[in-house]
Structures are given as structure tokens and as C-alpha cells.
């Protein structure tokens, strides 16, 4: 059985998208994909469909990650679906529990930053409306965050 993640952002075409390939990427290295299953959803219903931003994408694939997958909207029936939640900032983890008004899965949902090792932000920049240096630097920050959740889960994967 693997443990389910779900990152989230506003659209899922730009942070989400790019945590869930790039988790899938560094669990592959790592031999463990197998343990781990990855999505990806947004709070808003903006790109339902829609594939991973072409400047995103481009700048995954010049660290040798693929860009896949398309948009959806994160929906009441995820908390139950998914062992962890991760949100990309902070506007995302008050919309993803405001679907949870008993508090029932509030545990379930971390921010995405809680995880980086050598970034000190708390939120992952929305790099839409800026230039490629911001999409380079949500890559980096999520290559970062990544590599320290699938730390975090492998550590305690006989916890779940």
C-alpha cells in the first residue's frame, strides 16, 4: 500500500503539477515510487483540464524533469482519498480547510514549506504573472521541499 500525497495550489497548473512530478521524479531516483503516490489539484476551478504551464515546464525540464498531468479542482472527498495534503501557501491551506469546517482532517493538511531544508520561505511563490527567474526559483524550492518530505515519509513509512 503507498502513502498518498495531494499538493495543491490556486489553478494546478504551475506549483502543484510541478511538486507532484517532481516527488514522482525523486522517488524514482530514490528506488521508492512504489511507496508513494502522488496528485495534484487547485482550490479554484480556473484551468480544469489544462496541462502544466509551458514556462513551467520548461524550466523542470532543464533540471530533467517532465511536467504531466491536468488540472482538476481539490474536492471534499480528497481529505478522505489522501494521507497528506500539502498546500502551496497560505491562501491555499485556509481554502482547502474551509471544505473541513468540523476540523475532521485539519491534521491531514501541511504547508509544502514546512518541508524545505535550505529554503527559509514559508510559502511557494505564485510564479504566474512574473518572469522565468520565478519559475526557476518555484522549481528549486520544490526540488528542496520535496527532497525533504520524501525524507520525512520514508522515515516514518511504518507509521502509515
Known amino acids: 500500500m503507498s502513502y498518498k500525497l495531494l499538493f495543491v495550489c490556486l489553478g494546478n497548473i504551475c506549483r502543484s503539477p510541478s511538486a507532484e ?3 514522482n521524479h525523486l522517488a524514482s531516483q530514490r528506488g521508492c515510487a512504489n511507496a508513494i503516490a502522488c496528485d495534484s489539484a487547485g482550490t479554484s476551478s480556473y484551468h480544469i483540464g489544462a496541462s502544466p504551464d509551458r514556462r513551467m515546464r520548461l524550466a523542470a525540464k532543464e533540471r530533467g524533469i517532465d511536467l504531466q498531468g491536468e488540472a482538476r479542482q481539490f474536492i471534499r472527498e480528497d481529505f478522505e482519498k489522501f494521507d497528506l495534503i ?3 501557501d497560505r491562501d491555499n491551506y485556509r481554502d482547502i480547510l474551509r471544505l473541513d469546517p468540523e476540523g475532521k482532517y ?3 493538511v501541511r504547508m509544502m514549506c ?3 531544508t535550505n529554503h527559509p520561505d514559508k510559502d511557494v511563490p505564485d510564479p504566474y504573472y512574473g518572469g522565468a527567474d520565478g519559475f526557476n526559483y ?3 524550492l520544490l526540488l528542496d521541499a520535496c527532497g525533504g518530505l520524501l525524507e520525512e515519509v ?3 513509512q ?3
Open 154 to 156: 520514508m522515515k516514518n
Open 114 to 116: 514546512d518541508f524545505a
Open 138 to 140: 518555484v522549481i528549486d
Open 86 to 88: 500539502l498546500a502551496m
Open 106 to 108: 485539519k491534521d491531514k
Open 21 to 23: 512530478n517532481i516527488m
Open 158 to 160: 511504518d507509521k502509515y
